[in-house]
């Protein structure tokens, strides 16, 4: 089996679904065992990142959600709002918390064709 440093974990659920949490889990594990983790976010998803959306979230036993992704941007991860959905909701970058870019799913399937594991929630 050939191995990857590198990990996409795609993203479809929002902040009320404990998916969210599970994956912003599993990706600073990811982190933490030294991959590059992106995570591109995709339908409801985008509400993640929405400013103060995640603030309230919090599937016992994991960490807040709003801390989870914190710390994965804190620690170097990539995270990605597909461009349609974010504008299929209204929203503009000033309504995204600090360091989420808005791009369309070629940059997921950049780190894809280079190699990169994939995950999906």
């Given at each position: 089996?050939?191995?990857?440093?590198?990990?996409?974990?795609?993203?479809?659920?929002?902040?009320?679904?404990?998916?969210?949490?599970v994956?912003?889990?599993?990706a600073?594990?990811?982190?933490?065992?030294?991959?590059?983790?992106?995570?591109?976010?995709?339908?409801?998803?985008?509400?993640?990142?929405?400013?103060?959306?995640?603030?309230?979230?919090?599937?016992?036993?994991?960490?807040?959600?709003?801390?989870?992704?914190?710390?994965?941007?804190?620690?170097?991860?990539?995270?990605?709002?597909?461009?349609?959905?974010?504008?299929?909701?209204?929203?503009?970058?000033?309504?995204?918390?600090?360091?989420?870019?808005?791009?369309?799913?070629?940059?997921?399937?950049e780190?894809?064709?280079?190699?990169?594991?994939?995950?999906?929630?």
């Amino acid at each position: 089996m050939a191995q990857t440093e590198e990990l996409v974990v795609m993203m479809t659920h929002g902040p009320e679904d404990e998916r969210a949490s599970v994956g912003f889990t599993i990706a600073n594990g990811a982190i933490t065992a030294g991959m590059k983790v992106s995570i591109f976010l995709t339908c409801g998803a985008v509400d993640i990142v929405r400013r103060r959306a995640a603030d309230m979230t919090h599937m016992q036993p994991l960490e807040p959600l709003a801390a989870l992704v914190a710390d994965f941007l804190a620690r170097g991860g990539t995270l990605w709002a597909c461009t349609p959905c974010v504008k299929a909701r209204g929203y503009e970058e000033g309504d995204l918390i600090e360091g989420v870019t808005i791009t369309g799913a070629s940059a997921m399937h950049e780190r894809i064709m280079a190699g990169a594991a994939t995950l999906s929630f």
